[in-house]
């Protein structure tokens, strides 16, 4: 299972963290460190994998940021590498060709859009079209929640109250 | 930025990125926190909009790493909101900022199981994915009856049924209980015929959690998971969202080969051979191509369908396939390829057969030693260090070496380790073990373990021929200008045990092996020290004639020490001071160290250890396990002479325990009586050695209690009294003959007890003698079994006419691979012995084994642990099950009743346990008398398949000798073998172990003077 997923800038920023396995908040400091030290620091050209305190870390870098997720010493690390790249490609479509500005200011959509594909540390949906339908569902529910706050007899009823 | 949809919150974002430096950062982050928590207080004034902006400030500052300690009751309390913008904040928001175990989640379980039980499916969505990431036991508990209804409901959609199925894996990750509902297996398996690839990824990776703690119950996904499989990889009938760069679902590949690889075999021949058709395309129609994410998924599936047809140990022709293609790996460019090709050859390595085809590759893999990535290094020192054997052993060993000096820290101990276990295990001769060692320690000595130091004096001290060449090598790498502490240490020792051995080389006279050890006193600890003080003491009384000026050196140090801080050195100044005034008297006390007794490794135990340590559970490393146990066979050996006794010549070095004891007690100044003899039939192989007792040995005085290589010869000297209390310890049971008894190689330890031990516990060690262990290693599944033989030489020359023969009762069908006729020496050879339990019966299968060393012939006659409650499976059955069970097998022959007397009497807790550990799996509380004990368990053959037996004993408190035991099961023969089982369990109870002889009450005198004998040895001796 995939214990946490990190995403780190090439500066060490933290763009957004999500644990499957229970972390203690001063455990989840030292995780984030540690990796972002080891992750870093290492060249272009070397492998996905990094072995790390008994587990195994896969990540890969797009422009400036590193998606890493930590797996069990067994999984099947490609495996993981090809959901990152799963995760990165529903981005794209999401955000229309994504950068790490978009991810930055708008991190929020980023969890949502995770949830959909991993729970409990597991895939949860490979399709990127039922995963991008689904997000554009949730989205439009929010807006139609925001119009009706914002239709007038709401406005009337708020101010009555 | 428009998507954020909130101002405030992209302000707050902006802001805090156009700060200059950290400091300005964390002021308006604070700031930020001081005004959300000033918000948070007049919580009347928040509207839903403002609440949440907030809560994603919160968040967004707890990601950039500052601590937010207040604030989460307000995430949390969004949760209970009506509308869905506030619902969805307050889910996510909390399963990011909480972990399990936080309290505040108590609060909203009722908010939560309301929204999963509701109808709207969105709110089921939120609660569902928030359970599964961060949902703990008490959700497990209260919530997955509801998960489940959703996750086979016909009404609910696909988008809920994927999240019920991986909300319900996380939940039975929390609490195993919740899924063991009856008929949730069957469930299971009509799960696997769901048509949506999405529902059906996440309720593989639910069979994977389920099979891989309980493949039993699901045998019927089996099949399923096997047409899934043919399906997707021959791309039948997958829509097009669900192929990823023309690959049909991969994740769903890998999974479903996960999840085939819990099962032990696969029976069904059709079942089998799709399998195998599926696996062989997989294999062959693999290619390497230019887009990236296409290679990466079709390798990801191809490496598990290797690890798949590794597990089912597939024919011959298939293995060699996959050992060429990962060959092939192993020497591409890309990176994570070869990553992969050296981490399953180490993995392929568990599998026999194929070892000599891997050493082919070995140039190549110390290539990838010497990569400039650490995580590829990292591989292949594993890998060298799984395939070195007697063959390659020196040119591995010397790769290592040369790769210790330019490795990174953080691979230096590891590396250290390996190299000095591989030079101990596989060892040519002992004097490039020797060489070995102090390379290391020279090289690396900061990385070198104590444990290995004290190896490595354990072996000089044990043999004669390497001592003077040992102090040789001491002394040259003293004369290095900079020297490593622990050179220091072990030079030390070996010139103060063995320097006289080169008293006529040049440079080695006793004044300058003095002089030159000294030269390093300054800068060496305390700790160093004493051993430093031990050595001058030894230079000293090997010094013949006496040099008086040397002399006045070594007092003068002596002196200085008299008054140290550390009470140690102290004490040896003190000590050695007046005993180097005694004259001729130094010469006994301070005598050459004795014998070290046999012993397993420290080292070694110290890889199995954290070997299991880390081990998961899965069928790989559980495989890899048995791989490492195996090193359990090898032990210190001591030179002795091929006929088992030792020439006098050998005893004079070695002190008589009479002797030291006397000298003790002259010194002690207490009348000790003398023991001649009484000694020797105490333990003679001390039961638990343990690793520091060489740091015992170096304390002050070299008085030792009597080293064990003496112990069987003397045995065999001794008057009938000692042979007796050999033998009556032998259970009556054991299956050792006459002629074993006049065999004149006595087994070490006893036999029978092994035997029994193994009975309960799947590996361990089934024989051992001077010559020969055999280890045993089994696996068992169901009705069949795969037992490992380990043989291991202990000795430097071969074992020859090794010859080793099953007799198996009538019950068992058993095959024995070949046993190699010559054991080489100091090497180990596994033999594989399948077993296929073909009906009930507890007659026990006997392994006839055979070898000759020099002149001996040794034959012994061993009971194999192939009992009938290794067939048995614990399995817990509820009261009505059992109940209706138990009524409907009624009356002989299939249940039959008892009345046994001369039972050993034990109180029911005593008894649950004993029937625990035969796989009997005792249900409190079933019966309702508290007198009365109700176990059921499963028993496997071939006849009978899988059987439920049930078991019912009824004790009588005011006399514990006699019982009323009943037996039921569905198979008349199975209800009267497992009934006899039973009674044979309760009326003779295998003793716990206990050392071999009994300790007659003399030695108890002696026990205090012998006091730096081994403490278990001492404790035995005591009880």
């Known amino acids: 299972m995939i214990h946490f997923v990190l995403l780190i800038s090439r500066q060490g920023k933290v763009r957004l963290t999500k644990w499957y396995s229970p972390y203690s908040q001063k455990e989840r400091t030292k995780v984030i460190r540690e990796l972002s030290g080891v992750i870093l620091t290492r060249g272009p050209k070397l492998c996905n994998f990094v072995e790390w305190r008994g587990h195994k870390v896969v990540y890969k870098r797009y422009a400036s940021l590193y998606f890493c997720m930590c797996i069990d010493q067994d999984d099947n690390e490609l495996e993981i590498l090809e959901i990152i790249h799963h995760f990165v490609e529903i981005l794209d479509r999401y955000f229309g060709s994504v950068c790490e500005l978009d991810l930055i200011f708008n991190f929020h959509k980023a969890y949502y859009i995770l949830d959909e594909i991993l729970i409990a540390g597991e895939l949860q949906e490979s399709s990127k079209k039922t995963v991008a339908r689904l997000i554009a569902a949730q989205d439009s529910l929010v807006e139609t929640a925001k119009e009706q706050a914002s239709s007038l007899s709401n406005m009337i009823a708020h101010a009555t109250k | ?103 505040f989640l108590r609060l909203v379980i009722n908010t939560v199981r309301n929204d999963i039980i509701g109808r709207n499916e969105t709110f089921q969505c939120l609660a569902l994915t928030m359970v599964g990431n961060i949902g703990g036991r008490e959700f497990a508990e209260s919530l997955a009856p509801d998960v489940q209804k959703l996750l086979i409901s016909s009404s609910c959609r696909p988008l809920v049924r994927k999240k019920a199925a991986l909300c319900l894996l996380r939940l039975y990750r929390k609490n195993p209980d919740v899924v063991n509902v009856d008929g949730w297996s069957d469930r299971m398996s009509q799960l696997l015929d769901e048509r949506d690839l999405g529902v059906l990824t996440s309720v593989m990776s639910l069979l994977v959690a389920l099979v891989s703690t309980n493949h039993d119950a699901y045998w019927s996904c089996l099949p399923k998971c096997v047409r899934i499989l043919e399906r997707l990889a021959r791309n039948q009938d997958v829509p097009q969202d669900y192929t990823y760069y023309g690959i049909p679902s991969p994740w769903l590949q890998v999974k479903t080969m996960r999840a085939l690889q819990y099962f032990p075999t696969i029976e069904d021949p059709n079942t089998r051979r799709s399998l195998f058709e599926v696996l062989q395309r997989i294999l062959m129609g693999t290619d390497v191509v230019k887009n990236v994410n296409k290679n990466n998924a079709s390798h990801a599936v191809l490496f598990e369908a290797l690890a798949l047809v590794m597990h089912l140990d597939a024919e011959k022709e298939m293995m060699s396939q996959c050992v060429a293609l990962l060959g092939k ?496 020496p100091r090497a180990q050879v596994q033999c594989p012995l399948e077993v296929v339990n073909l009906r009930p019966s507890r007659d026990v299968a006997v392994l006839d084994f055979s070898y000759k060393f020099g002149t001996t012939m040794v034959n012994v006659k061993l009971r194999l642990p192939a009992v009938l409650n290794k067939f048995l499976q614990p399995i817990s059955v509820t009261a009505e099950e059992f109940f209706s069970q138990w009524r409907s097998l009624s009356g002989p022959p299939l249940k039959l009743q008892e009345v046994v007397r001369g039972v050993r009497p034990l109180f029911l807790p005593e008894m649950a346990n004993l029937f625990k550990s035969f796989q009997l799996m005792v249900a409190p509380g079933l019966d309702p008398n508290p007198n009365n004990l109700v176990a059921s368990t499963m028993f496997y053959s071939e006849s009978t398949r899988a059987m439920l037996c049930l078991i019912r004993i009824e004790t009588d408190p005011s006399d514990r000798t006699q019982l009323r035991m009943t037996v039921a099961s569905g198979d008349p023969v199975l209800t009267f073998e497992l009934k006899e089982f039973i009674k044979e369990l309760l009326v003779s109870i295998p003793k716990p172990s206990i050392a071999p002889a009994p300790a007659p009450p003399q030695v108890q005198p002696v026990s205090p003077a012998a006091g730096s004998l081994d403490p278990g040895a001492m404790l035995a001796g005591l009880l």
Request: proline letters at 6%.
């Open chain 2, 329 to 824: 790996f192993i020497a591409v460019r890309e990176p994570n390829i070869r990553y992969l090709g050296l981490e399953n050859m180490t993995r392929m390595l568990m599998v026999t057969d194929v070892q000599d085809i891997i050493k082919r590759h070995q140039a190549q893999i110390i290539t990838s030693l010497k990569d400039p990535d650490i995580s590829i290094r990292r591989r292949a020192l594993d890998l060298l260090y799984g395939m070195c054997d007697v063959t390659n052993a020196k040119d591995i060993v010397e790769e290592l070496l040369q790769y210790l000096s330019t490795a990174d820290f953080a691979m230096r101990e590891e590396l250290a380790l390996k190299a000095a276990i591989l030079a101990e295990k596989f060892a040519p001769d002992l004097s490039w073990y020797v060489d070995v060692i102090l390379q290391l320690i020279d090289k690396a000595g900061d990385f070198v373990s104590d444990d290995i130091w004290y190896r490595v004096v354990q072996f000089v001290t044990n043999n004669e021929d390497l001592q003077p060449y040992a102090a040789a090598k001491a002394r040259d790498y003293l004369d290095k200008p900079a020297v490593h502490e622990t050179m220091v240490k072990v030079s030390a020792y070996i010139l103060g045990e063995y320097s006289h051995l080169l008293a006529r080389r040049p440079g080695c006279s006793p004044k300058e092996i003095f002089s030159i050890i000294h030269e390093k006193l300054p800068t060496v600890s305390t700790s160093t020290v004493a051993i430093l003080l031990s050595t001058y003491a030894k230079i000293l009384m090997h010094t013949q004639p006496p040099d008086p000026e040397l002399q006045d050196q070594i007092w003068a140090i002596f002196n200085k020490y008299e008054s140290c801080i550390d009470a140690e050195i102290q004490q040896r100044a003190v000590e050695y001071f007046s005993l180097s005034r005694k004259g001729a008297a130094l010469m006994d006390i301070l005598a050459e160290m004795p014998k070290f007794p046999e012993r397993q490794s420290s080292l070694l135990k110290k890889a199995e250890d954290t070997e299991l340590d880390t081990a998961e559970q899965s069928a790989i490393k559980l495989r890899a396990q048995q791989q490492q146990q195996a090193s359990n066979a090898l032990v210190v050996t001591d030179q002795r002479p091929a006929n088992g006794s030792l020439p006098v010549g050998q005893l004079s070095l070695v002190k008589m325990p009479s002797m030291s004891i006397n000298v003790d007690a002259d010194v002690a100044g207490q009348g000790l009586t003398n023991t001649n003899g009484t000694l020797s039939i105490a333990d003679p192989q001390p039961a638990t050695p343990s690793a520091d007792l060489l740091g015992d040995l170096l304390g002050p005085l070299a008085i030792e209690g009597p080293p064990s290589a003496v112990a069987p010869s003397e045995q065999n000297l001794m008057s009938g009294s000692g042979l007796e209390g050999v033998s009556n310890a032998m259970d009556a049971l054991a299956l050792a003959p006459v002629e074993e008894q006049s065999n004149s190689v006595q087994p070490i330890g006893n036999i029978a007890e092994r035997f029994h031990a193994l009975c309960l516990k799947d590996s361990g060690v089934l024989y051992e003698d001077p010559y020969i262990q055999i280890g045993i290693k089994a696996e068992w599944r169901a009705h069949h079994g795969r037992l490992v033989l380990f043989l291991g030489n202990k000795n430097t020359s071969p074992l020859v006419s090794a010859q080793a023969l099953i007799l198996p009762p009538s019950h068992l069908k058993m095959e024995l691979s070949l046993v190699p006729e010559t054991i080489p």
């Open chain 2, 1 to 103: 930025m428009a998507l954020s949809g909130m101002r405030g919150l992209s302000v707050f974002i902006s802001d805090v990125r156009n700060c200059q430096n950290k400091e300005q950062e964390r002021l308006r982050v604070d700031k930020e926190l001081g005004n959300i928590r000033t918000r948070f207080k007049n919580e009347k004034g928040l509207s839903p909009y403002e609440k949440k902006k907030y809560v994603w400030k919160m968040l967004y500052i707890y990601m950039l790493g500052y601590d937010v300690d207040f604030g989460h009751m307000e995430a949390v309390s969004l949760i209970s909101a009506p509308k869905y913008p506030e619902k969805q904040v307050g889910y996510i928001v909390t399963s990011c900022l909480l972990n399990e175990n936080h309290d």
